[in-house]
Antibody, heavy 117, light 110 residues
Framework: QVQLVQSGAGVTKPGASLKISCKAS????????LHWVRQAPGHGLEWVGL????????AYAQGFQGRVTMTGDTSTSTVYMELSSLRSEDTAVYYC??????????WGQGTLVTVSS | QSALTQPASVSGSPGQSITVSCTGT?????????VSWYQQHPGRAPKLIIY???KRPSGVSNRFSASKSGNTASLTISGLQAEDEADYYC??????????FGTGTKITVL
């Protein structure tokens, strides 16, 4: 069965960077794009970006351009999202989601990132 | 790349039908049928309930239906049940490998 297992929660300071992982299993890793979505406490879902797991294609939402980097490791079926220059507004649950034709059919369990001094 | 506009809240009594709108632009909702809808209960990951604007995944209740006209997509829940109380989000392709979510709608069952 398809599973997306994300790394655990983390606390980081303003200005620092954080890297979250999403390990996929149960399907052919390179056949489907993976997206990252975040949700700040009490707020809605926000699309962060996507990656072709082979690493040939990435696309980022305008608000994250220059601060986010998504990479993939086909040897471990894992994608990573690194967000830099963190600020308190980046405190959120970050989800990875498998995409089929622009639709999210499977989601990771979410990773809580807390940015606090 | 602005968020799609949804009403903040919609409520209805059990058994009633309610509709949630999702208004975008000619650059996203109006140009593509790649509109999906997600249901999210508190503390849970979102769940797909509609894809490609009008299609329902297997296992999703047929009380959920959707349509799209111009720049606006709509989700209808018929025979409202207590378990339908949740947040609902639309999501659309916006061209050039970019995507955008709706602002979200809280459904309350009275």
């Amino acid at each position: 069965q398809v599973q997306l297992v994300q790394s655990g929660a983390g606390v980081t300071k303003p200005g620092a960077s954080l890297k979250i992982s999403c390990k996929a299993s149960g399907y052919i890793f390179t056949n489907y794009y993976l997206h990252w979505v975040r949700q700040a406490p009490g707020h809605g879902l926000e699309w962060v970006g996507l990656i072709d797991p082979s690493g040939t294609t990435t696309a980022y939402a305008q608000g994250f351009q220059g601060r986010v980097t998504m990479t993939g490791d086909t040897s471990t079926s894992t994608v990573y999202m690194e967000l830099s220059s963190l600020r308190s507004e980046d405190t959120a649950v970050y989800y990875c989601a498998k995409s089929t034709g622009g639709t999210f059919d499977y989601w990771g369990q979410g990773t809580l990132v807390t940015v606090s001094s | 790349q602005s968020a799609l506009t949804q009403p903040a809240s919609v409520s209805g009594s059990p058994g009633q039908s309610i509709t949630v709108s999702c208004t975008g632009t000619s650059s996203d909702v109006g140009s593509y049928n790649l509109v999906s809808w997600y249901q999210q209960h508190p503390g849970r990951a979102p769940k797909l309930i509609i894809y490609e604007a009008t299609k329902r995944p297997s296992g999703v209740s047929n009380r959920f239906s959707a349509s799209k006209s111009g720049n606006t997509a709509s989700l209808t829940i018929s025979g409202l049940q207590a378990e339908d109380e949740a947040d609902y989000y639309c999501f659309s392709y916006a061209g050039s490998a970019l995507y955008v979510f709706g602002t979200g709608t809280k459904i309350t069952v009275l």
